[in-house]
């Protein structure tokens, strides 16, 4: 059983997270192994493996960015070193030597600055791509589009994920 | 997850960190990035014309500890040796020198495409001349 099958939806981005939450907290009272005391031994290991895959499954899906992840893994999709572009390489690098540079006071604070604007500008350019590839995903996944059209969106999920760790550490390398 | 005292050697103690002008043509520039962990490396090596030896290299690394020591002994590995020489070497080698753990096994991928890819760069600005 998949994570989407858990909780008995299809394999669409756009989750309502209220409504994830309170099926997350329905069906844990109803797998607890408390309520399986004195139930079988198959039973009760049964309900400690739906335990288990239920807290999996709720906190990949209730995050947006690991629940493309786990989309893209199902598919057999993942981040590919050799397809990460050179210029965002560059772009990474040379924003790293700048907070090199921040961090060793030797940036004034315009430049401390500017660099911040320019790392909060990326993580808002990387939520909307991710947002608008998600919504694209759903919408050809609801038209039934054939698999060659499903993959060519799985790639441009990929593609846009490869930034994600890259600006998740300059953001870390920024507090 | 504990490091390795080799690793943690090279991390306190970076060989070669720095960097050759890109605009020389005697410098290839290798940029690779790991999409998991978001490190980046740059190493660059700079070549003897005359003797097609690796004279010096560089590196960069904004990363773990791994990267970090796998692109530092990387740079040390390529200096003295051919171009040939240096694309013999192989990521299970610094695996095997820094005794890095499974799961830090990508970092020495990625110094090994660096080097690859520095070779490939200085080749490339000497397509026309050989």
């Given at each position: 059983m998949d994570y989407f099958e858990v909780f008995g939806l299809p394999r669409q981005l756009g989750i309502d997270t209220?409504?994830?939450?309170?099926?997350?907290?329905?069906?844990?009272?109803?797998?607890?192994?408390?309520?399986?005391t004195r139930a079988s031994p198959s039973e009760k290991t049964?309900?400690?493996?739906?335990?288990?895959?239920?807290?999996?499954?709720?906190?990949t899906l209730r995050h947006p960015v690991r629940r493309v992840e786990y989309l893209l893994s199902l598919y057999g999709f993942?981040?590919?070193?050799?397809?990460?572009?050179?210029?965002l390489l560059?772009?990474?690098?040379?924003?790293?030597?700048?907070?090199e540079e921040v961090k060793a006071g030797k940036a004034s604070v315009e430049e401390a600055d500017s660099l911040r604007a320019q790392i909060k500008e990326?993580?808002?350019?990387?939520?909307?791509?991710?947002?608008?590839?998600?919504?694209?995903?759903?919408?050809?996944?609801?038209?039934?589009?054939?698999?060659?059209?499903?993959?060519?969106?799985l790639g441009r999920l990929t593609e846009?994920?490869?930034?994600?760790?890259?600006?998740?550490?300059?953001?870390?390398?920024l507090e | 997850m504990a490091y390795s005292d080799k690793v943690i050697d090279h991390y306190n103690n970076p060989r070669n960190v720095g960097s050759l002008s890109?605009?020389?043509?005697?410098?290839?520039?290798?940029?690779?990035?790991?999409?998991?962990?978001?490190?980046?490396?740059?190493?660059?090596i700079k070549v003897n014309e005359e003797s097609g030896v690796i004279e010096d290299a560089k590196f960069k690394t904004f990363g773990c500890g791994s990267a970090i020591a796998s692109?530092?002994?990387?740079?040390?590995?390529?200096?003295?040796?051919?171009?040939?020489?240096?694309?013999?070497?192989?990521?299970?080698?610094?695996?095997?020198?820094?005794?890095l753990p499974p799961v830090k096994i990508h970092c020495s991928v990625l110094a090994e495409d660096a080097i690859k890819a520095a070779v490939t760069d200085w080749k490339k600005k000497h397509e026309n001349g050989e």
């Open positions: 209220l409504a994830l939450e309170k099926a997350f907290h329905d069906l844990s009272r109803k797998h607890h192994p408390d309520y399986f049964q309900a400690v493996r739906m335990t288990a895959l239920l807290n999996d499954a709720y906190r993942k981040p590919d070193s050799s397809k990460v572009p050179q210029a560059m772009e990474v690098f040379e924003i790293n030597e700048q907070l990326k993580r808002e350019r990387f939520d909307s791509q991710l947002q608008q590839a998600s919504l694209e995903w759903d919408e050809l996944v609801k038209r039934g589009e054939p698999e060659a059209r499903l993959k060519e969106q846009i994920l490869s930034e994600s760790s890259y600006i998740r550490n300059l953001e870390r390398e | 890109k605009e020389d043509p005697n410098v290839g520039t290798g940029l690779v990035g790991a999409p998991e962990c978001g490190d980046v490396m740059k190493l660059q692109s530092s002994l990387a740079t040390e590995w390529v200096k003295g040796k051919t171009l040939a020489e240096a694309l013999a070497i192989k990521n299970t080698d610094i695996v095997k020198e820094l005794s």
